[in-house]
């Protein structure tokens, strides 16, 4: 790789390098990287574009329905979604009449927003630089990014074609991967739902169809929760690896407690030690052990970054499903709703793996080898869904833009197996290591060099260190040209 730094002209009025910033993904983080740029004024009409098929800009993945049943995970005031605004959401809440149109919100002591009314909330952030200009929105998926002429080519599904001096990253989380047995058998059966956050994706399920869901993650409950408000009644069946749900929200606010940069653990048993020490902790002192992980969730970057390559894959090998159990809680609502559901019968948990699929003309039989012991018991049902959460191991290949870029040596897997290879400063690391300095990632994508990096604080945060840069360039004396050998 050759790099060369060259100076640019300083006999006149400073004036932008960077003419346009593409951003790939109108979600939460593309959004907000969107609006953020756009309220520091130093660009012209239309030189933020955002790529994003959806309607509103905002929403995405995670908060694009209309289905009131489906809540925020989090409580409304720890959704600081605005830098230098951490309680915007809760006035807008109270502002907008959208709490008190909403009774079941409150629970525990704190509020539990919907998700459409979060996605009302970042659309009505984003609708003044919208009408302005500033960020123009093109709703097509883009298929092809590729260098031209130095610049960055963009082409979308639509016919949209454009050039960018920055790209930005910010796709989201990727579908879920059903398992391999499952595909095998089912990959064009019509009662095999791939992914149940789409659009319609549960409307075809009769109230008394038995439903057999393959995760027990939020996305399982919050499908569970769907099919209730529709009125469902049969029996739903979730199956994972250990059976663990996610646990609920505690009641009231607290601290964070726990300090687990001291000592600087290196190896994830050192981690986990820590770990134990502090739930002991609290636990004695009467207080919950969510505060835990609320100090996991504040110091998650500082710890992942301490902890070498191969310690960070042992703690996702031995430690995630645990790990994501506590600290991916669900809320009170949800809580509820399982306690009932299991009380009566109609919903159960199991642990274990898929061995055999029959699909039948009636149902589908599926045979699990149980754990601990692998006795091997069968379910029926008239519909599969897979909630496995998103399939980060396969980010790159379900997404064509992304596949090109990594046929040009220009992207890359996180070798953790965690999305798109990306430095310190969020930009792409090419094939060779080196980073592509305007090709940015992120939001979840860049979890594998991040660590924490799921919740709205941390990728506002990110978003904003990520703005900062692209102002930097922007303003550059100098500009440096790297000739790669692929």
């Given at each position: 790789m050759l790099r060369i730094t060259l100076p640019l002209q300083n006999d006149v009025a400073p004036v932008p390098n960077i003419r346009r910033v593409a951003i790939i993904g109108g979600g939460f983080t593309g959004a907000t990287i969107a609006r953020l740029l756009a309220l520091h004024g130093q660009y012209c009409p239309h030189e933020i574009v955002v790529f994003e098929p959806r309607a509103h800009l905002g929403g995405g993945l995670a908060y694009d329905t209309d289905d009131p049943s489906l809540r925020l995970n989090v409580a409304a005031h720890r959704m600081r979604a605005v830098p230098g605004d951490p309680q915007a959401f809760v006035r807008w809440l109270s502002r907008s009449g959208r709490l008190e149109r909403d009774p079941g919100a409150v629970a525990n002591g704190a509020i539990y927003a919907r998700r459409a009314d979060f996605?009302?909330?970042?659309a009505g952030q984003l609708q003044p630089v919208l009408d302005s200009g500033t960020v123009r929105h093109v709703r097509e998926r883009v298929e092809r990014i590729c260098r031209r002429y130095g610049r960055w080519q963009i082409e979308a599904d639509g016919g949209a074609s454009l050039q960018a001096d920055v790209v930005v990253i910010a796709t989201g989380h990727p579908p879920p991967m059903p398992p391999g047995e499952l595909v095998c058998h089912l990959r064009d059966d019509p009662r095999f739902i791939r992914d149940p956050s789409r659009p319609g994706a549960l409307q075809a399920i009769g109230q008394d169809d038995k439903v057999f869901v393959v995760g027990a993650g939020l996305t399982a409950l919050d499908a569970t929760a769907a099919l209730r408000h529709r009125r469902h009644r049969a029996a739903i069946t979730l199956l994972s690896r250990t059976g663990h749900l996610p646990q609920p929200q505690a009641a009231g606010d607290f601290a964070p407690h726990g300090d687990f940069l001291i000592g600087v653990p290196n190896?994830?048993?050192?981690?986990?030690?820590?770990?134990?020490f502090a739930l002991k902790e609290v636990t004695e002192g009467g207080l919950p052990w969510q505060s835990v992980f609320e100090a996991l969730r504040h110091q998650g970057q500082a710890i992942w970054r301490t902890l070498p390559l191969d310690e960070q894959r042992r703690v996702l090998r031995h430690l995630r499903r645990r790990f994501e159990a506590h600290r991916f809680r669900m809320s009170p609502q949800i809580a509820e709703l399982v306690d009932s559901e299991r009380a009566a019968g109609r919903l159960r948990t199991c642990a274990g793996r898929i061995i055999a699929v029959r699909p039948g003309p009636a149902?589908?039989?599926?045979d699990i080898a149980v754990r601990p012991r692998g006795t091997v018991e069968r379910h029926a049902a008239q519909w599969v869904i897979v909630a496995t959460g998103p399939g980060h191991g396969n980010v790159i290949g379900s997404q064509s833009c992304l596949a090109g870029l990594e046929r040009l040596g220009l992207l890359a897997e996180d070798p953790r197996g965690l999305g798109i290879a990306s430095d310190y400063d969020s930009r792409a690391l090419a094939r060779d290591g080196y980073p592509v300095e305007d090709l940015f990632v992120a939001g979840p994508l860049a979890r594998g060099t991040f660590g924490e990096l799921t919740g709205v604080p941390e990728i506002a945060a990110q978003a904003e260190r990520i703005v900062q840069q692209i102002l930097a360039?922007?303003?550059?004396?100098?500009?440096?040209?790297?000739?790669?050998?692929?």
């Open positions: 996605a009302a909330f970042m190896t994830a048993l050192s981690l986990l030690k820590q770990v134990r149902e589908i039989v599926i360039m922007s303003f550059a004396t100098t500009r440096t040209i790297t000739i790669r050998s692929m």
